[in-house]
């Protein structure tokens, strides 16, 4: 009996961890679960809201790091409208002087109190046509009409004043508190509360005219692309060798690989080699002789 549970907990943790590995893309944006975010948005009363509910380490859905400096990053929301099309980018302050997009949240009244949404990744975290769209449990050939989600009522409501949020590196609301970033294995059991059938993957675009206008103001910060594209590895390997005239070498090589298609491999060989030779004299009318070596030559070079 007790085999068979140790049996069936192997293949559920092995179940599991092949479940991660899906889930995973390998890129930055596997720390922004993009159902968690529509979650968020869905369950804020506003554009200013959401953005507070982005930024709060106890929701779980923020492990973002941009700028690599150990803590998950601010994000702040921009909505880009245009009459009855908004584009609300999250956007990471990367440097004092650089941002970068990391999603956006795209909707469009395409009918009177109906309105398409979608949230699409940017291809720089999260690779191309990377979408997620709330979802009919019962029929996925529905597309789901938010005009009753309440952030959407406030947006296409009358009082609604374009958000565009105030914060920069270094100064944030009086609320906030940053926090430490966590690896992939502590970060994704905590989102995957929120992959379930209220959202999907989606293949077309619902809101042309969205995101028409939000890509002519796509922002995007170079500091990022350069470092989140470099990605050094260093080895040393150390052996020894003998070669055909019986000299002892040691070799020690330091290969640098990069990701960065413009970086270059660097190899440094050492070669340390010691040869000695004996030659046998007798001394002069001695009947008793000795062996006197020669000085030992080594010779260093680097290739």
């Known amino acids: 009996m007790k085999n068979i549970i140790c049996l069936l907990f192997l293949l559920g943790l092995g179940t599991y961890s092949f479940a991660q590995d899906i889930d995973s893309t390998g890129m930055e944006g596997d720390n922004l679960d993009l159902n968690g975010v529509l979650e968020l948005f869905k369950e804020s009363k506003d554009v200013e809201d959401f953005e ?54 795209e909707m469009e009244e395409v009918e009177e109190d109906k309105v398409n949404l979608q949230v699409i990744g940017d291809s720089e975290l999260y690779g191309e046509e990377y979408m997620i769209e709330p979802a009919d449990e019962k029929n996925s050939n529905i597309i789901v009409n938010v005009n009753t989600w309440r952030p959407v009522k406030h947006i296409y409501g009358r009082r609604y004043v374009t958000w565009r949020s105030p914060y920069r590196l270094g100064y944030y609301p009086t609320w906030y508190r940053p926090w430490k970033r966590v690896s992939w294995a502590i970060y994704h059991p905590r989102v995957v509360r929120y992959h379930r059938s209220s959202y999907r993957r989606a293949t077309v ?10 890509y002519s103001h796509r922002v995007h910060s170079p500091y990022f692309l350069k470092s989140s594209k470099t990605i050094s590895i260093k080895s040393t390997k ?50 008793g002789g000795k062996t006197k070596p020669r000085n030992t030559k080594s010779s260093r070079g680097r290739h």
């Open 205 to 214: 675009r619902r809101c042309h005219r969205a995101h028409r206008y939000y």
């Open 238 to 287: 150390t052996g020894v060798t003998q070669t055909s005239n019986g000299a002892v070498v040691k070799k020690q090589t330091t290969v640098k690989n990069s990701a960065n298609p413009t970086s270059s491999t660097k190899v440094e060989t050492q070669k340390k080699s010691t040869q000695t030779e004996n030659n046998h004299r007798k001394r002069p009318g001695g009947t």
């Open 52 to 105: 507070k509910k982005l930024n709060t380490e106890s929701n779980g859905v923020n492990n973002l790091d941009l700028n690599q400096d150990g803590e998950v990053d601010y994000i702040r929301v921009v909505d880009y409208a245009d009459s009855n099309a908004h584009s609300l980018a999250l956007q990471v302050p990367v440097t004092e002087t650089e941002s970068q997009d990391v999603a956006v949240i």
